[in-house]
């Protein structure tokens, strides 16, 4: 039969847990990143803009260089402007590129601790649930974990309709209840039944 301690109380918030405060920092963090990652992509589209702007205006130039016959002097100043507009545009290029480069960087950066950050939380994960389940003085398993596998085994019991048999076996110098002696781990892992056997 399980205890009032064991029974579910609905009308009690469960605290929440170490693990799931760093889910829930690493999600905010992954979604911080896809944030991030948007704005690089606007920047990116804003900056190509920028420089087929760039293209439009030097063809733009050229056109007209081709309809100006008026005078040498005047093809030879649209020439000038051309050349200008030109070496601008190459500038604008090259500063779009260097940006775009900086840009991947910091995509990868920002890939690499996602990725860093999600393994720190498995692991994390996996040291809180042995925390949870194993005492820290034996290594063996604890009553949270008793208490978890003896509810699935009924859960399950009850879904096939089925019976459940429960042994407990008392040992001397391994009572959770009366403490370890000195801080010293209790001879659980040699733990002998003193059973005479069949009469």
Do not use: W
């Amino acid at each position: 039969m399980i205890g009032p301690a064991l029974r579910h109380r609905p009308d009690r918030k469960r605290p929440r847990s170490m693990t799931e405060n760093i889910v829930q920092v690493a999600s905010q963090h992954v979604t911080d990143v896809q944030d991030i990652n948007k704005n690089l992509v606007e920047k990116t589209l804003c900056m190509r803009c920028l420089a087929n702007l760039s293209q439009v205006k030097s063809r733009l130039l050229v056109e007209t260089i081709h309809d100006m016959n008026n005078s040498r002097q005047e093809l030879a100043d649209l020439s000038t402007d051309l050349a200008k507009h030109a070496k601008q545009a190459e500038e604008q290029r090259q500063v779009i590129e260097r940006q775009r480069q900086r840009l991947e960087e910091q995509n990868t950066a920002l890939e690499f601790e996602r990725d860093l950050l999600e393994l720190k939380v498995a692991e994390r994960t996996e040291a809180f649930e042995k925390l949870a389940h194993y005492d820290s003085l034996t290594n063996l398993p604890n009553r949270f974990l008793f208490n978890d596998r003896l509810k699935h085994a009924l859960a399950r019991a009850g879904r096939e309709k089925s019976k459940v048999g429960l042994l407990l076996i008392g040992g001397v110098g391994c009572n959770d209840v009366q403490g370890y002696l000195y801080s010293k781990p209790p001879p659980c892992n040699q733990f002998q039944l003193n059973y005479p056997g069949p009469a």
